[in-house]
């Protein structure tokens, strides 16, 4: 956890995740109980073309919120740029300060600037709080795909967003 007090937005910064943030990113996710990654995932996902790898940081440096995703190419059925949304996280002590939404928005300008039209993600059926923060951002509740999740064995809903 951060510890510190009165952040502000005036006193953040959104920079790109490199290979020394791994640490902090998995403590944020282990804490806010997303779906584990390893260090080796972050380290892979950095190799993809397309990936989107944001932190958000403190006047200190602080880590204390990230977005992983990534543009996927169009294929042959659909030929539009989209984007996937795998993980968007804030350290539990400063949740409810809109810093979701800072990362989220910078998310989604890094996909406006390639084009995309719509982003996809995955969230557990049961997280109501992030539920509710896809849809106050445009994003629709397309499916459901049941024991997608582990620990515990849950569902997830399929969200799109349309950009474009």
């Given at each position: 956890?951060?510890?510190?007090?009165?952040?502000?937005?005036?006193?953040?910064?959104?920079?790109?995740?490199?290979?020394?943030?791994?640490?902090?990113?998995?403590?944020?996710?282990?804490?806010t109980?997303?779906?584990?990654?390893?260090a080796?995932?972050?380290?892979?996902?950095?190799?993809?073309?397309?990936?989107?790898?944001?932190?958000?940081?403190?006047?200190?440096?602080?880590?204390?919120?990230?977005?992983?995703?990534?543009?996927?190419?169009?294929?042959?059925?659909?030929?539009?740029?989209?984007?996937?949304?795998?993980?968007?996280?804030?350290?539990?002590?400063?949740?409810?300060?809109?810093?979701?939404?800072?990362?989220?928005?910078?998310?989604?300008?890094?996909?406006?600037?390639?084009?995309?039209?719509?982003?996809?993600?995955?969230?557990?059926?049961?997280?109501?709080?992030?539920?509710?923060?896809?849809?106050?951002?445009?994003f629709?509740?397309?499916?459901?795909?049941?024991?997608?999740?582990?620990?515990?064995r849950?569902?997830?809903?399929?969200?799109?967003?349309?950009l474009?």
């Open positions: 956890m951060t510890d510190q007090t009165d952040i502000n937005s005036e006193d953040l910064r959104i920079r790109p995740v490199d290979s020394s943030h791994i640490a902090d990113l998995i403590r944020i996710a282990d804490e109980n997303l779906s584990a990654w390893t080796q995932n972050y380290l892979d996902e950095f190799q993809m073309p397309g990936s989107i790898m944001l932190r958000l940081e403190s006047a200190l440096n602080v880590t204390i919120g990230f977005v992983v995703g990534r543009i996927v190419e169009g294929g042959v059925v659909e030929s539009e740029q989209q984007a996937e949304i795998y993980n968007i996280a804030i350290d539990k002590s400063e949740q409810g300060k809109g810093f979701g939404q800072l990362l989220f928005d910078a998310f989604i300008e890094k996909c406006n600037e390639q084009n995309v039209t719509s982003v996809w993600l995955e969230v557990r059926e049961s997280n109501e709080k992030a539920i509710g923060f896809y849809k106050s951002n445009g629709e509740h397309v499916q459901s795909r049941n024991n997608f999740y582990d620990n515990p849950e569902a997830a809903l399929l969200m799109k967003l349309v474009k």
